[in-house]
């Protein structure tokens, strides 16, 4: 079983839509959570950490079920610019420092 | 935003050449990483440094060979490497380990 996975999409979602990523994760001693996006043939970068309350930046929001072992990204009225692959990434500190990485999940936004 | 640096972005190199990948981060953090990433597969971590001591080692094939002189530089050292080689080699750099991680532009590696 992979230690992250998410649907890798892609997701063709229209302007102003509401667009939301799950993603599950095996090891229940995972520590810390985020979510990057990636451009293409870009660098990845940090869109959110993942805090056990929920967060929230913008029209972004992300939440963590511990119980379930699955984070989540929901993005409101989607823009143009949010068209990227988004990575969720689980670090474990047990054994050793471990961060894993997603395949990603492809959203296109259409005008 | 020049917060982690890479270089080169682009190498190709033959199978018996040896070269350096350079990383410089800007940030003023302890931990940095160098991560490999290859085409629909996810980024696997490579090596973890902290406070320029290695603390993670993947399993990675010894031709590939880390260095940290400082907590601001990273190198990968690459000889004798294997076409399946080729790949997006990025760094990354942290406050600590476990923190959130800020990546270089990467260096896009072709072994021929």
């Known amino acids: 079983r992979k230690e992250v996975e998410q649907d890798p999409g892609p997701f063709n979602v229209p302007e102003g839509a509401t667009v939301a990523f799950n993603c599950t994760y095996s090891?229940?001693?995972?520590?810390?959570f985020f979510w990057y996006r990636q451009d293409c043939r870009k660098e990845p970068k940090l869109l959110m950490s993942?805090?056990?309350s929920g967060n929230e930046d913008g029209r972004f929001t992300a939440q963590l079920n511990r119980a379930s072992q699955y984070i989540s990204l929901l993005i409101r009225d989607s823009k143009l610019s949010d068209s990227a692959t988004y990575l969720c990434?689980?670090?474990?500190?047990?054994?050793?420092?471990?961060?894993?990485f997603g395949t990603g999940t492809s959203l296109t936004v259409i005008p | 935003e020049t917060g982690v640096t890479q270089t080169p972005r682009h190498l190709v190199m033959g199978m018996t050449n040896k070269k350096s990948l350079k990383c410089e981060q800007h940030?003023?953090?302890?931990?940095m990483y160098w991560y490999k990433q290859s085409a629909k597969k996810p980024l696997e971590l490579m090596f973890v440094?902290?406070?320029?001591?290695?603390?993670e080692n993947n399993s990675v094939p010894s031709r590939f060979s880390p260095e940290c002189p400082n907590s601001s530089h990273l190198f990968l050292h690459l000889h004798t490497l294997q076409p399946e080689d080729s790949a997006l080699y990025l760094c990354?750099?942290?406050?600590?380990?476990?923190?959130?991680?800020?990546f270089g532009p990467g260096t896009r590696l072709t072994v021929t």
């Open positions: 990354a750099s942290s406050q600590d380990t476990g923190l959130e991680q800020y």
């Open positions: 090891n229940s001693a995972s520590q810390s």
């Open positions: 993942v805090y056990s």
């Open positions: 990434v689980v670090n474990m500190k047990r054994p050793g420092n471990q961060f894993y």
């Open positions: 940030l003023g953090h302890n931990a």
């Open positions: 440094y902290s406070l320029e001591e290695r603390v």
